[in-house]
């Protein structure tokens, strides 16, 4: 089958590989009918997530039928035929983590345990296409997948809703829509998003849905921060006017209830010298983060307020700031989307018509131009803002 | 006494030493300070207040004394650091001695209320040096590395099961379930009720068999058997099935001895079991509550051949394996 794999850093390449076949018995293989290039991708190609190798299958962002089910998944979780979206988090669901519904930290999903053990002191659930920290599972920017745990993950779509419109409940829907609920939403609350990016506008839409009273939108390409407008929300351009001041302009000098961290480890600054100091220490692989997404929410955060991270970290970040963390009261709260927690509540939202997820799509290419696609991602070129991508 | 229990009686008396050598750590402390601060009046005290040697003599001492104290108070071995004491003790009494023999009057009294003093720290100095170098030999399982040398290798591990403990105690009392998830472990073959005939892949290919028994065992509890007979590499193992406070799971917590030998077999043990051999067992454990709570061992295409996954890198790359690569790794 056609694969996008890992070539190296700042390089993708599709090739040939060999089909995938059941390993375990509750597996399921899955042909993929659409895919999608994420953000966090971007990490593994910036070479910023460890333990990548030559010819890896990257994507965990697909969706398809399944073909063939292996001998312990039970007919009536899943048959062959069924059209699914997948979540990218791998979970057993008999875990204590699954039992508590934190399936991004599935206690069983990660061959490689041992390795996120050593990096993040507990072991990580397995994720589709991410790296052998999160287990070496091949992933669904390819023709097919393997699906571990087939019986626990794969959402049924039984409606005749698009590819489009349930494709991203297999990560940055349910990725934003944590961000907000992490936030415990009060109809009071005024709730900034860092990042408008597509798991920025979901974190948007969700903080909207969930009753928000106004949202804000944080970021420096003036057409993400259009999309974001052309939503119903305020926004802010940090190359522009600094973030810090508007954001008690617009709150009565109190700052935002709740901030929403949707950038993660590779955030740029609206001052060149804060971004060279990040950038030239995460060079050197003194840090592993530029955390200034991270510093301006938890500075600009209201006292007594929520700081949610949904912005994927690796490692240690420097200049956390601490300070106004302990003597503000603030919480900050964060974790990989526990997917499978969200993704029928979801799927319910968007049948109902109350979230559009095709409303973040620019792009939609051939999985054989997948190079091109990360290309224009990466660089934002042509006002991309999502790609599908089609096997 | 079980190995645990021999283990947990080691560390009360490592604690024991540890205390200890801090109160002396403060004794030195305090009598280095005295001697730098105030040289005059422990002269006066000692009764040697009329010996020039002696204006030299005690702040040097004071200067050894700090020397003590600050390896006694930061450092973790305090078997060494006793040592240095008593070997200091000998010094002060050797000088007591000497200046006892010139002095008379109430000099002499003097130096003999001291040289008493110095006589009974040296005794509690003594007894707490020998008693520190012992629990070091009982407490620590030396690690492969000191066992080239031969020696008995103590790992432990343990991990929460989301199963009731009765479930995870007969799994593995079937003792033929073992190398499921015991990555060197072939085949264990019950006997008898309580005897079993082992075999393990071993360095360079070949095989090492020997028989077993359980010594001790309470249904959903425990289980503790050893090695008998001739076995190349003696060894022993308990297992504890502890309620988890959650009330649903079981915490699994095992302890497994090896008696390496000494020379080439040791060498070779010890090579095998590498340099991380807890990470060996935690890897096993993992295998178990695997095996448990999701039916098997859980495969990926950068790690697909289950427990017969020896070493995490270099994997093959997460891409889907081959006809010919799924067949090699068929048996695993």
Known sequence: MRANTWAGRNKVKVRDVPDPKILNKRDAIVRITSTAICGSDLHLIDGYVPTMQDGDVIGHEFMGEVIEVGAGVPADKLRVGDRVVVPFPIACGACGACAAELYSCCENSNPNAGIAEKMFGHPVAGIFGYSHLTGGFAGGQAQYARVPFADVGPLKIESDLTDEQVLFLSDILPTGYMGADLCDIQPTDVVAVWGAGPVGQFAMDSARVLGAAKVIAIDKEPYRLQMAERAGYTTINFEEVDVRSRLLELTGGRGPDKCIDAVGQEATHGSAHVHAYDRAKQAVRLETERPHALRQAILSCRSGGIVSVIGVYGGFLDKFPSGAWMNRALTLRTGQCHVQRYMKPLLQRIERGEIDPTRVITHTLPLDEAERGFDIFKNKQDHCEKVVLKP | ?332
Do not use: C
Request: hydrophobic share 40%.
């Open chain 2, 1 to 332: 006494m079980t190995q645990l229990a021999v283990r947990e009686a080691a560390s009360v008396r490592q604690e024991e030493v540890q205390r200890r050598g801090r109160g002396l750590g403060w004794m030195s402390l305090g009598l280095g300070v005295a001697q730098l601060a105030a040289p005059d009046t422990v002269r006066r005290i000692s009764g040697v207040d009329d010996s020039p040697t002696s204006r030299a003599v005690v702040p040097l001492v004071g200067v050894r004394e700090l020397v003590h104290a600050a390896g006694l108070l930061t450092s973790r071995r305090k078997g060494i650091w006793v040592w240095t004491r008593v070997v200091g003790d000998a010094m002060d009494l050797t000088s007591l001695g000497m200046a006892l023999a010139h002095r008379g009057g109430p000099r002499r009294r003097r130096l003999v209320g001291v040289t008493g003093a110095v006589l009974g720290i040296t005794v509690l100095d003594l007894l707490t040096a020998v008693q520190a170098t012992r629990a070091k030999q009982i407490g620590s399982g030396p690690a492969v590395r000191g066992a080239r040398r031969g020696g008995a290798m103590e790992l432990t591990a343990t991990t929460t099961v989301r199963k009731p403990a009765s479930e995870v105690y007969a799994f593995w009392r079937d003792l033929g379930n073992l190398p499921t998830f015991m990555a060197h472990l072939q085949e264990v073959r019950a006997t008898g009720g309580r005897t079993s005939h082992w075999s393990a892949s071993a360095p360079f290919g070949t095989n090492v068999e020997w028989d077993a028994e359980i010594i001790d065992e309470a249904a959903g509890e425990k289980i503790a058997w050893r090695s008998t007979g001739n076995a190349d590499v003696p060894n022993a193992g308990t297992v504890r099935f502890v309620p988890a406070p959650d009330g649903v799971s079981t915490e699994v917590q095992v302890l497994l001895t090896y008696d390496i030998p000494g020379g080439p077999v040791g060498k070779a043990v010890a090579k095998y079991f590498g340099e991380e051999p807890h990470q060996q067992l935690d890897d096993d454990l993992r295998r178990l509550k695997q095996v448990l709570e999701t039916g098997e061992v859980v495969r990926s295409d950068g790690a697909p051949w289950g427990k017969r996954a020896r070493k995490e890198f270099p994997q093959r790359p997460a891409q889907p394996l081959s006809a010919s690569d799924l067949a090699k790794g068929a048996d695993a």
